[in-house]
DNA sequence: GTGGGCTGTCACAAAATTGTCACGAAAGAT
DNA sequence: ATCTTTCGTGACAATTTTGTGACAGCCCAC
């Protein structure tokens, strides 16, 4: 499965430690860019939008606290969260960068199970779920909140490809989409996986809904797909 | 409505400690009442039955740990909330901390910001929702009161994570709930393990429930598990 | 200390999902 | 009508995700 893996951002001054830092977090399936000062943070921030920070404390030219007090006060970054990480020795400073705005606080040394175990938990906590409704059509309705497909009730059995592709188009009713733009919505940007992929779960999808809601999946002729209620 | 002052003990051999946490918490709109050794700790608890301890690691007599592994064995104080406040440098303590069963630790000093946040973040986690009604679904009946599970008036001999799990399934029925949600909620969110431990108990659970109500833990597939009375 | 109950992890088995193909059917185009 | 594209389908093998049994560490009651 290709997760719609967050980006990370790692600001230390120390080379071998940002790697370090990078392969956990790639092998936990998250990206990872780098930044060695708070310019280039600052930088990577605006180029790369990560989805978190990790920040260390001790930083050439502005400190980790600063850059942190700083990013909280922009409008644009203030929503950022910010993993802060300290050498032992430093923990007085804990208050200080709690204070600053960090959303935790990591002390050095940690293992990589920590970190990636306190990144989840603040990205979990940070990032919003905005309130999910069911969705319904002519008796046929996703509920994200359950995680499931019912028509009249009746459950209806997909993979999580299809309840992807399923819950895409019951979002996005009403319109044409080529399979390209499918591939990004749905699958993920950074996939390669060929076109023809898409028809082989429409195909899956609209046998799994069955003649009462096939319909609602047409095709469209040298475009693609749209999911419509409107007859084509 | 009324507001329920939640009414906070507050364990530490030190005055000026004990008055400076008072005051940042009745800031906030609780209720203190104060301790300093294990002894009055025990009588207060008993006396003034508060929401929530926190504990410092180091007393005089009996030690903090020892005293909230005590507390924890108890049946009449198992449920109630601990949260460590250790020193500086003795973080290393941290785990047997979390194991004698607190819910959080702070390492002082600390910020009364941090200290509120995190009471508040303990307090929702362990605060259960429902009424202390047993609650029963299709023959399976967990009586939050005497703790205890039966199918159809017959046992069901579980563990105590087993017993939480079930506990927050039935009480947040038909909705999905990923690994690292259910880490969250029926661990806590300061432990660490691997999300496949959640598999192994999900598996015990079911097999505990037996054949008559296994069915009702379905697997999200990609996603997690879900307790439901609808069939999958 | 000793036995029993719980837990967290593994390694491996079982099951479900996925991306591709090859081929036939449909729909346009000439 | 015939040729060309484009789309629908069933089959597969590879890959992922879950289910399971076993195990070692731990704490506690005896």
Redesign the pocket.
């Known amino acids: ?2 997760k719609a893996g967050k980006t990370v951002l790692i600001v230390d001054d120390e080379a071998p430690i940002r790697e370090m830092i990078a392969v956990a977090l790639e092998m936990a399936g998250y990206e990872c860019i780098e930044a060695a000062s708070t310019q280039e943070a600052h930088a990577q921030i605006i180029d790369k939008k990560p989805d978190l920070i990790l920040l260390d404390w001790m930083l050439p030219g502005t400190s980790g606290v600063e850059f942190a007090r700083r990013l909280k006060r922009e409008d644009r970054t203030s929503e950022l969260p910010i993993i802060m990480l300290t050498a032992k020795g430093e923990e007085d400073n804990k208050v200080q960068g709690l204070e600053a705005g960090a959303d935790d606080y990591i002390t050095k040394p940690f293992s990589p199970r920590e970190l990636v175990a306190r990144l989840k938990a603040v990205l979990r906590r940070t990032t919003p779920q905005g309130v999910e409704e069911p969705i319904e059509v002519q008796g046929l309705t996703l509920d994200p909140v359950c995680h499931r497909v019912t028509s009249h009730d009746k459950p209806i ?1 997909i ?4 309840y992807r592709l399923l819950q895409f188009f019951m979002t996005h009713q009403e319109r044409a989409y080529s399979r390209a733009q499918l591939l990004d919505q749905v ?1 993920g940007g950074n ?4 076109e ?2 898409v ?5 899956r999808l ?2 799994a809904l069955g003649e009462a809601h096939e319909h609602l999946i047409q ?6 797909y749209r999911f419509s209620t409107k007859a084509s």
């Not at 996939?191 to 060929?194: A, D, F, G, L, N």
């Not at 028809?199 to 195909?203: A, F, K, L, N, P």
Request: aromatic fraction near 8%; avoid cysteine; hydrophobic fraction near 25%.
């Open positions: 499965m290709t059995d993979g999580p490809t299809e699958w996939v390669y996986v060929e023809r992929t028809d082989v779960h429409i195909r609209r046998k095709t469209v002729r040298g475009t693609g």
